[in-house]
């Protein structure tokens, strides 16, 4: 019997190992979510060991067999839970009623007694049988145990005190320590599953991150050969993950456009620890090929070195640069027409005007009758006006086409501004206005462009008056020192017809003016403030207006004071040209008054002959070979040089000629232009010009110039 009971023992042992790790098992299955479809396997499964625990018993007495079913079907009520409980209980119990034989009511009622103190413990610990310590499992196992010899009772009377004794001393000592250890065992179990889960979910959460980027993302081994890929690596590729598996560079690499050896020697390099980036021309599965950003780091995959690249298509971003360049090649190119336009129109319209210009002049000053000699100032003030609005739009354009250079010089604003109220003040006084001009500075040199500022002063003043019918204008300006720099405030304060705080907002704006229609009431092109506002921030500034409807208008402008002399860039040259310049005109020698003009243009030459006859004795070449004859036969002591001598020919090929004879070194050469873009002064002098008039200019602008270049003043 003994060797029955001790072999009985260890088989029921093995089983309930089994059964414990069964339950792990299945309860390790993630891919079954149900919890019912778990817990009935983990029934049946309880079912099947109790079957076969109860087929290698040990037999006590002819009818009487024990085994460890009493452990079993316990603990499954404990750990398992009522419906794996129960499913095995009936199993069971089925399978020792087919047994039959006298202990058959005892063997049931184990099997029912034992599993219901396990479901009813596992109920009054509320299923909290993780925390369950090893005495309370010791002492379930006591309970347990009681309650099978309590069904000891189930047994025929004539054998029930016999089994009792000898059944007692094993179930109270031996079974509640099989219980003991498999129920440690289950709950080590449980504690392995709880890592295992974790495991598991965080794999499954890195997973879902390495699939969701867009770059290709590949775990390599030394060689390079792939060992894991993402999601983003299919797409990229067009292949499925485990086409791509083991897959080396070449097989990436789009033909003969990479260096593959090179990119294997990276990945081994990678391998033992060294980052490298790279680009790699790729072919996906469709034989699109395209450029990749390869990045490949150190890593480790299950405990070994490996290496992890992550490739980044590059063919958006590379559309994307072209797309950029050729939009830059085109604004290039429209910003070139642009210039081209300006340059165009600029010369086109000055050239005429000259004419316009001119002979009016001529009409005003040697007509004897007053009525024509009215007409010809009538003219000659409309043109001027024109000139002005022309000025204007190709002043607007520029500084739209960022063609307006800051060309800076020095000079005193205090005498530009006097100069300007002194004319102005005489506009002021046909009008009954006052004009003031305010500072308590003597003199103050500031190093700015002289032309934008002019254009901000003259705007602000000419508005000033015009927009003023009583009281008058007081201008002030001053040096500041706001926020630790200094600054030029000047302050445009008049008593005229005031601007309403809506329209305030509308007067920056290109050809703007509150009075606008049929009917305005002002002259002007609502280009002014436009531009001035423009200029001023152009020149590191600002301008606000303070306000009011009816009650006169204050126009304030902060300009960054610089009293640096030094000029940057190609100005620098210019000034250089300018020193230069007023050296040579000192050392002009002055006997010479003979004048030659180069000019195509019929008009242009006839104005100017006409403003210069009675100064100078006048000579004038409508081309190339003319203007060389001239100048081989005479000397002059100017050359009026036009620019642009039409047939692609260009006064710069005459300039160049006079360099190289040494009979001219020192005669001024002035070029007579209608090239008055900004900037163009600046090439002719640099191209070796002594001076420069635009086109159109008066007669005293020209004598004043030519004058200056002779005597040297
Ligand atoms: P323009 O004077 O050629 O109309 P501006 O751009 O210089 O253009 O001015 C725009 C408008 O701002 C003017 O038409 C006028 O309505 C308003 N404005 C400018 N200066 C004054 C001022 N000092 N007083 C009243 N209104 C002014």
Same mark, same amino acid.
């Given at each position: 019997m003994g060797k029955s009971i001790f072999l009985g023992l260890v088989l029921n042992t093995a089983l309930l190992i089994a059964l414990g790790l069964i339950y792990n098992l299945i309860r390790g299955l993630t891919r079954i979510t149900n919890r019912y479809v778990k817990e009935t396997l983990i029934g049946l499964s309880t079912g099947a060991i109790g079957i076969a625990i109860m087929g290698t018993p040990w037999v006590l007495m002819e009818g009487v067999v024990f085994d460890t079913r009493s452990v079993l079907i316990s603990i499954s009520g404990m750990f398992f839970g009522t419906?794996? +409980?129960?499913?095995?209980?009936?199993?069971? $119990? =089925?399978f020792r009623l087919s047994s039959g034989g006298s202990g058959m009511e005892m063997g049931i009622a184990t099997v029912v007694v034992c599993g219901s103190i396990g479901i009813i413990w596992r109920n009054v610990r509320q299923g909290k049988v993780k925390k369950i310590s090893l005495s309370e499992l010791y002492l379930f196992g006591i309970v347990v145990h009681l309650g099978m010899m309590l069904c000891t009772l189930f047994l025929p009377e004539a054998s029930r005190e016999f089994v009792f004794k000898a059944i007692s001393l094993p179930v109270l000592v031996i079974y509640p320590v099989a219980e003991l250890l498999l129920g440690w065992m289950l709950l080590n179990g449980e504690e392995t599953l709880k890592t295992r889960v974790a495991l598991v979910e965080s794999e499954s959460k890195f997973r879902r991150l390495f699939d969701t980027v867009d770059e290709a993302i590949f775990l390599l081994d030394r060689e390079g050969r792939v060992l894991d890929s993402n999601k983003g690596a299919e797409r990229m590729f067009g292949y499925s993950s485990h086409d791509l598996l083991n897959q080396g560079a070449d097989f990436f690499a789009a033909p003969g456009k990479n260096d593959v050896s090179q990119v294997n020697q990276f990945t081994q390099r990678a391998f033992d620890g060294e980052s490298k980036s790279f680009e790699f021309w790729v072919i996906r599965?469709?034989? /699109?090929?395209? &450029? $990749? &950003?390869v990045k490949l780091y150190p890593a480790t995959f299950k405990d070994e070195n490996a290496v992890i690249a992550l490739a980044i298509d590059l063919s958006e971003r590379i559309k994307h640069e072209l797309e950029l360049k050729e939009a830059k090649d085109r604004a290039e190119s429209a910003n070139k027409l642009k210039s081209n336009f300006l340059a165009n129109m600029s010369h086109e319209l000055r050239t005429p005007m000259i004419g316009i210009m001119g002979y009016s002049e001529m009409i005003m000053e040697t007509e004897e009758s007053p009525e024509i000699k009215r007409s010809g100032e009538k003219i000659f003030e409309s043109a001027q006006r024109l000139m002005q609005t022309l000025n204007l739009i190709l002043d607007l354009s520029k500084i739209e086409s960022g063609y307006t250079e800051i060309n800076s010089?020095?000079?005193d604003v205090i005498s530009v501004i006097k100069d300007m109220t002194s004319k102005l003040q005489v506009s002021a006084a046909k009008k009954n206005l006052t004009f003031v001009f305010k500072s308590t500075l003597n003199e103050l040199f500031v190093v700015t462009d002289p032309r934008l500022l002019h254009h901000v002063f003259a705007n602000l003043f000419d508005n000033a008056l015009k927009f003023t019918h009583e009281g008058g204008v007081e201008i002030s300006l001053e040096l500041e020192v706001i926020k630790r720099s200094k600054w030029l405030v000047l302050v445009v304060k008049d008593t005229g017809i005031g601007i309403s705080e809506q329209d305030q907002s509308i007067i920056w704006d290109e050809f703007r003016q509150v009075s606008e229609g049929w009917g305005r009431g002002y002259e002007g092109t609502g280009l002014g403030l436009s531009l001035t506002k423009r200029f001023i921030k152009k020149m590191g500034g600002e301008i606000r207006v303070e306000s009011r409807l009816g009650e006169g208008s204050t126009f304030i402008v902060k300009l960054p004071y610089n009293e640096d002399t030094r000029v940057t860039? $190609? *100005? *620098? /040259?210019v000034m250089e040209m300018i020193e230069s310049v007023d050296k040579l005109e000192t050392t002009m020698d002055t006997e010479f008054s +003979?004048? =030659?003009?180069? %000019?195509? %243009? %019929?008009? $242009? &030459? %006839?104005? +100017?002959?006409?403003? &210069?006859k009675h100064h100078y004795t006048v000579h004038t070449a409508k081309n190339v070979v003319e203007a060389f004859e001239l100048i081989n036969k005479n000397r002059y002591s100017i050359i009026l040089l036009d620019i642009n001598l039409g047939k692609g020919v260009t006064g710069f090929q005459i300039l160049e000629e006079l360099k190289k004879r040494p009979d001219y070194a020192g005669v001024p050469v002035i070029a007579v232009t209608a090239y008055a873009m900004a900037g163009d002064k600046a090439v002719f002098l640099r191209a070796g010009c002594t001076d420069y008039v635009s086109k159109p200019f008066t007669r005293s602008t020209l004598l004043k110039v030519c004058e200056k270049v002779t005597s040297g003043k």
């Open positions: 419906i794996p +409980t129960i499913i095995g209980m009936v199993m069971m $119990s =089925l599965k469709n034989g /699109e090929v395209f &450029l $990749s &950003l010089s020095r000079f860039g $190609s *100005e *620098e /040259e +003979t004048i =030659l003009i180069v %000019d195509d %243009d %019929d008009i $242009s &030459l %006839d104005v +100017t002959v006409a403003f &210069l």
